[in-house]
């Protein structure tokens, strides 16, 4: 299993040392047009150093430096004149480690404070007090020799500090997050002023660099690439498209899971538009003949997977000798399954992305995708010209309309499901909340009937659930508020609308404790 490594030379390189907010310092210092790595403390120098960065940050932890095995400063960092900021763990990791010390605080500061600065670098051209997000437990009370405060809090005398040659920085505080009102411009003046990185990931330089790392990795061999209709896997098959034209061919299994339309949209999109090379197989009645009389939702998932599978083996073995296998893997997943210290994350549920195979399909994998963000892989799929509808879409899980179509999956409840959702998706389109005020948004049937009235019969037909979101990360969400308006609408509509459904909700839980899926 190969796949290119990180090809942008002359960022910045982060170690994770586990902080819940890692991923933020990589995307604050991106956004800005600075490329940036992750990596695990003890990831090896040679791996670090492969891209040739500029500097490196060390993130927060939930760890202390004193606790028995507490993740340590690479040695090898000591050696190079690279310059360094520590942030929160990370300062009190240099602080340590050049002499300084640090203690637990009687207890955790947690908010707002307000930071006196220092002129120097590391502040350039930033207001003399800055509003800052704190969030530790330790902290330093003792500089190591020669170090001064550049910036102090009303509690933490040593707020951010530097070492005598103006190489090493640290601060306290998150310059990573939104709280911290100047913070992006902090790290770009670590990055740009003190490292001399240029901001110069840009999507054009990103599209170049992905098109050649592709040629050269592929060669003139053949790529099969599994299109979901998802922005991941779309990006990955127009860069690919690019890179090697026709020696890509698109495989679309059509689940029978999808929503109003979709099936359609993606063979236009990349057969119509793009010239792709495309198999699209309608594969609906095995997946519905394999769901029949199943309800647990795992099972669901396993079934679709294993199903989904199977489909796609037997397409690509009618292609003849295919080397490689490309998936739409992004860097959150990258760094998820093999990052830093804080990555255990329990599984709550078994996702299954259909985009993604496993590896034992005996082919090499290409991830063109492998080092970009989310935002970053829908601005260079919108520079590589694909429609807003598939660029902006919400995301859809993998095993599709059977995990939200409560109960027994058939095809006549889930024909039910897809006319309700695209009702909810119209009403919403129409009232301009679907990019924005909601980030996910869908109808879900319920396994249940209850009596209403319809002219003047009674009726017992099945509930149809509404769900609409808001969040940042899909990790926790809001409830989306909803005009009463539209959701009259929505409401209206599915039940003249769609046959067999009478009643309608709104799921008003938040994420906690509930998720967004209802399977
Ligand atoms: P939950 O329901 O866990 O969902 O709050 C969080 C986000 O993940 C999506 N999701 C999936 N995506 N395969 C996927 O590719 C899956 O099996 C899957 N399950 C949930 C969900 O739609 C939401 O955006």
């Excluded at 003046?189 to 599209?207: E, L, Q, R, S």
Aim: neutral net charge; charged residues 20%.
């Amino acid at each position: 299993m190969t796949s290119p490594r990180a090809f942008h030379k002359g960022g910045i390189a982060i170690l994770d040392y586990g902080s819940q907010y890692t991923q933020l310092i990589a995307r604050r210092l991106r956004e800005q047009g600075i490329y940036s790595e992750i990596f695990p403390p003890e990831a090896p120098e040679t791996q670090v150093f492969a891209s040739a960065p500029r500097g490196v940050i060390l993130s927060g932890s939930p760890h202390s430096v004193y606790e028995p095995n507490a993740p340590q400063l690479p040695a090898y960092l000591l050696k190079r004149d690279v310059p360094i900021l520590g942030i929160c763990y990370g300062m009190q990791l240099l602080a340590h480690t050049f002499g300084g010390g640090v203690s637990g605080a009687a207890r955790r500061e947690y908010g707002a404070a307000q930071l006196q600065i220092v002129p120097c670098p590391l502040f350039r051209d930033l207001p003399d007090q800055l509003a800052v997000w704190m969030s530790h437990a330790d902290h330093v009370e003792r500089l190591p020799a020669g170090w001064r405060a550049i910036g102090s809090t009303a509690n933490a005398p040593y707020a951010a500090i530097s070492d005598p040659e103006g190489r090493r920085y640290a601060v306290q505080f998150h310059p990573e997050v939104t709280h911290t009102i100047h913070g992006a411009a902090i790290l770009r003046n670590f990055a740009v002023h003190i490292c001399g990185c240029a901001p110069d990931w840009t999507p054009a330089a990103i599209i170049d660099e992905s098109l050649a790392a592709l040629r050269a990795q592929i060669g003139a061999e053949q790529v099969i690439l599994g299109l979901s209709g998802g922005v991941d896997s779309a990006v990955a098959a127009a860069l690919l498209q690019r890179a090697v034209g026709d020696q890509l061919t698109c495989i679309f299994i059509n689940t029978g899971l999808l929503r109003k339309g979709e099936p359609e949209s993606v063979v236009q999109t990349f057969q119509g538009q793009l010239g792709a090379r495309l198999v699209a197989v309608d594969a609906s009645e095995a997946f519905f003949e394999a769901l029949a009389g199943v309800t647990d939702p795992e099972q669901k998932r396993s079934i679709i997977g294993e199903r989904f599978i199977r489909a796609f083996e037997s397409e690509a073995r009618k292609l003849g000798k295919v080397k490689f296998l490309a998936q739409g893997t992004i860097y959150p997943d990258v760094i998820e399954s093999g990052g830093g210290l804080g990555s255990a994350a329990r599984t709550i549920k078994k996702h299954h992305n259909v985009g993604g195979l496993p590896a034992d399909l005996a082919f090499e994998l290409v991830e063109p995708l492998r080092y970009l963000f989310k935002d970053e892989v829908r601005r260079i799929g919108a520079a590589l010209g694909l429609p807003d509808s598939i660029v902006w879409r919400q995301p859809f899980p993998g095993p599709g309309l059977a995990v939200r179509c409560l109960g027994e999956v058939t095809f006549e409840r889930v024909e039910r499901l897809r006319a309700a959702d695209a009702i909810v998706l119209e009403e919403l389109a129409r009232a301009d909340l679907l990019r924005g005020e909601t980030s996910q948004a869908f109808a879900v049937l319920l396994p249940t009937r209850s009596v209403g009235v319809m002219g003047d019969g009674r009726t017992y037909q099945e509930v149809v659930a509404v769900r609409a979101v808001r969040t940042e990360d899909f990790m926790t969400a809001h409830w989306a508020r909803l005009p009463y308006d539209v959701l009259a609408r929505i409401s209206e509509r599915i039940v003249n609308e769609v046959q067999g459904v009478n009643r309608v909700v709104y799921d008003i839980t938040t994420k906690p404790p509930a998720t967004i899926e209802w399977e």
